[in-house]
């Protein structure tokens, strides 16, 4: 339980990131406007890509360069999390010997 409030943090924080590439699924459900995702912007790329002999148009660039702007952003984010705040959460995990759950490395017998 000392956990869990700080294992909510981290998955709210992995849904925020999850909203910048998918965009906001929740509100799409609704019926409401929502910002394009990376990924939506990536696949208005690529789908405007088949068929074509010509470059990309000046709107595909523009939507390259959001999307690179914006994983430069999310990177950095997901980096924090995956490389430093996650495992230091399983460090203290192994530190309180808390039972082994998926994701952690196996425990090693004594």
């Known amino acids: ?25 929740t509100k799409a459900k609704r019926n409401e406007p929502v910002s394009p995702g990376m990924l939506d912007r990536l696949q208005t790329v690529i789908g405007g890509s088949y068929s074509v002999s010509t470059g990309p148009t000046n709107t595909h660039r523009r939507l390259l360069n ?14 924090q999390l995956l490389e430093q705040d996650i495992p ?22 004594k």
């Open 66 to 79: 959001i999307v690179n702007e914006e994983y430069l952003v999310v990177e950095a984010q997901l980096r």
């Open 88 to 109: 230091a959460l399983n460090q203290r995990l192994e530190d309180a010997g808390a039972p082994w759950t998926p994701g952690r490395r196996l425990p090693t017998l």
């Open 1 to 25: 339980p000392a956990f869990a409030k700080e294992v909510r943090n981290l998955a709210l924080k992995l849904e925020d990131l999850n909203e910048k590439f998918s965009g906001d699924s």
